[in-house]
Structure formats: structure tokens, C-alpha cells
């Protein structure tokens, strides 16, 4: 039987900048000395939430724009998404900077299937520099999810926080001393009957799992490849099933293996579970690991970012949440 998803990228398209912005909360972030810019308040100086989660990738968009020295109109594609209806925070931000754009939606796994159709156009030659990426604003994505802040809603241990963040990865045709794109899988979409929303992380494991999996086994590679190996946001609960998953597929060792959505915070209790979001592993991937990765830490990594891709219809009539989880490999040369 033929493995299906598997994608290879012979030219190796480079992310050749990347961009990332945060909200105020995410000063607690493990990862805020690697942001490029954070703002003091959660809507980002504008009038909604909605406004602000614009907001938020339209600055990590022209700050990546800007370390290769280009302007929008420089760009080829504009690839990005995020979880509010119909993805209309992305949408708004296209309509400031004018590039070509295909709004994305993987939910939170958005960061990295946003990337693999970006490395895809560079490789067809169609395209010699997109932005790809993904963003989320907590009081946006609580609202229509789960419950308006005001409303007081208490959460259980495994319930996730949704992060205040936004990603954006420069794609463009190989460049020396810049990560390469060469490896991706696109996921399966895998529905284990979890209804829910505020135990995301055991839902989407069993996706995580099967694309490791698949990963491996497709591209004929081995977890001690890696120098890493980072789910996007399984958070601990998730994060602890993906392992025992990975166990079942013969994996004992899992020294450098990590989840985004675990470390985020720093393990602190405050947030539960831990992070959550479309903006939670596009901060964490275009900002940490790409940094790791330029100062040559490490030479090839596996990021597998997840999704659970429930809407709010489907959660008010009680519906399962299918899940979804794309893999892309990065090295440096």
C-alpha cells in the first residue's frame, strides 16, 4: 500500500525571516526574550478583539517582511488563518497589505500547513517569496468557544489557554544560512469520539500519533534523526497520550521530543494544562526553534502541529471534534 500525504521539497525552499508578536499575558511566556514585539494590552491599541487579533499578524507579517527588506507588494502569496468564523481577523489583515491571499484553516495546526503550501508554491516555482503562518487572541477564540470572560466560567485541570499571539514565516527559493524547508506530511483527519472543547489535548494526540507515524515511516527517517521533536499545542494532557501513543509504534525514548503548548508557560499552574491556540506553536516554532536552528543548536527538527477542528455549531449540537495534525521537517545546511 502506497503512503499517502508524504510531501518532498528536492530545491529546499528557506524560511529566510520569520516574525512573531504577543499580547501582554504572554510576558510570562518561556519564550518571551524570543518575540519580536509585544503589546501592552490585549487588543493591541485597537477598538475589539477581533481588531486586535488583525492587528497581531499584520505586525508579524510586515516585521518579517521587513528583515529581508521587503515590502508587501514584494510578496508572491499570503497564507495564513485562524479560528474565528469564517477566519475574518486574517481576512481583514489581507486587506491591508494587498498580497494574493488563500485563507488557511488546520485550527491550530495552522502554522505548519500554512508553511507546507508555501514551501509547495516556492517548489513549483510559482512563488519566490510567500508569508505563511497563523495567529490567535484569547478573549476572541474564549468567547466563541467556550464562554465570554465575564461570565466567570470555571475550568477544569485539563482545559487549555488560549494564547495572545501571532507567527509569520518568510518562504522563498533556497538561501544559504537560512532553515530549509525539505520534509512534510499531511495529516489525516481522525475523530476519536471526544466531545470536549475543553480537553482539546486528548483529542488531538491520536492525530499527532498517526502523523508521527506516517512521518517516519513514509520518509524513511527515525525519531534519533531529530535534535527535536515538537507537537504544537497537545498541552500536558495531550501531551502525556501522544507519548503512551508513540509507545504502541515502538518509540521508548523521548529525550527529544516536547510540546509547545507544555512549555509556553512554563509549566506555570495558571494556565491549566498549558497553551493552546493557532498563535501557540507559530510563536513558538518562528521565534525559539527558528532562532535554535540560524545559531546552528540544531541541525534538523520535526514540528507536528496539531488542530481540533470544531466550530461552534458543531460543538452546540453536541458533536464529536475530528482533529488534524501536519508534520513539517526543517534543517540547516
Known amino acids: 500500500m502506497v503512503m499517502k500525504g508524504l510531501l518532498t521539497f528536492p530545491s529546499t525552499p528557506s524560511i529566510v525571516a520569520t516574525g512573531v508578536t504577543a499580547g501582554p499575558l504572554e510576558k510570562k511566556s518561556a519564550y ?29 507579517c510586515m516585521i518579517a517582511l521587513s528583515k529581508v527588506d521587503k515590502i508587501p507588494a514584494d510578496a508572491d502569496f499570503l497564507l495564513t488563518g485562524d479560528l474565528v468564523n469564517q477566519m475574518t481577523p486574517s481576512s481583514f489583515f489581507a486587506t491591508t497589505v494587498g498580497i494574493p491571499y488563500i485563507g488557511m484553516f488546520s485550527a491550530c495546526a495552522t502554522s505548519v ?20 503562518g497563523s495567529s490567535s487572541q484569547h478573549n476572541a477564540i474564549e468567547r466563541q468557544f467556550r464562554y ?7 475550568k477544569g485541570e485539563t482545559a487549555q489557554w488560549t494564547v495572545t499571539a501571532a507567527g509569520a514565516a518568510a518562504v522563498a527559493p533556497f538561501q544559504e544560512g537560512a532553515p530549509s524547508i525539505e ?11 471526544l466531545t470536549d472543547p475543553l480537553n482539546m489535548g486528548a483529542a488531538m494526540a491520536p492525530a499527532a500519533a498517526d502523523t508521527l507515524k506516517r512521518h517516519l515511516e513514509g520518509h524513511g527517517t527515525s525519531v534519533n534523526d531529530y535534535d527535536l ?30 510540546d509547545a503548548g507544555v512549555e509556553f508557560y512554563g509549566n506555570n499552574p495558571d494556565f491549566m494544562a ?24 540544531y541541525k534538523k527538527v520535526l514540528l507536528i502541529a ?10 452546540q449540537q453536541g458533536d464529536t471534534i475530528p482533529c488534524i495534525a501536519h508534520a513539517v521537517e526543517l534543517t540547516m545546511k
Open 183 to 193: 520534509r512534510g506530511t499531511i495529516g489525516i483527519a481522525i475523530d476519536m469520539g
Open 148 to 154: 465570554p470572560l465575564e461570565y466567570g466560567a470555571q
Open 306 to 315: 496539531t488542530g481540533a477542528l470544531l466550530s461552534p455549531l458543531s460543538y
Open 113 to 132: 500547513s500554512s508553511l507546507l503550501l508555501a514551501a509547495l508554491l516556492t517548489e513549483s516555482g510559482m512563488s519566490k517569496l510567500s508569508i505563511a
Open 229 to 258: 521533536i515538537m507537537t504544537g499545542d497537545l498541552a500536558k494532557v495531550g501531551f502525556t497520550i501522544f507519548k503512551e501513543l508513540a509507545k504502541n509504534q515502538g518509540i521508548t525514548e523521548f529525550g527529544n521530543f516536547s
Open 32 to 60: 518571551k526574550t524570543s518575540f519580536d514585539k509585544m503589546f501592552e494590552d490585549e487588543r493591541c491599541g485597537m477598538e475589539t478583539n477581533e481588531q486586535g487579533h488583525a492587528k497581531l499578524m499584520e505586525d508579524a
Open 274 to 297: 498549558g497553551a493552546s491556540g493557532a498563535g501557540c506553536s507559530a510563536a513558538v516554532y518562528f521565534s525559539d526553534v527558528y532562532q535554535k536552528l540560524i545559531d546552528k543548536e
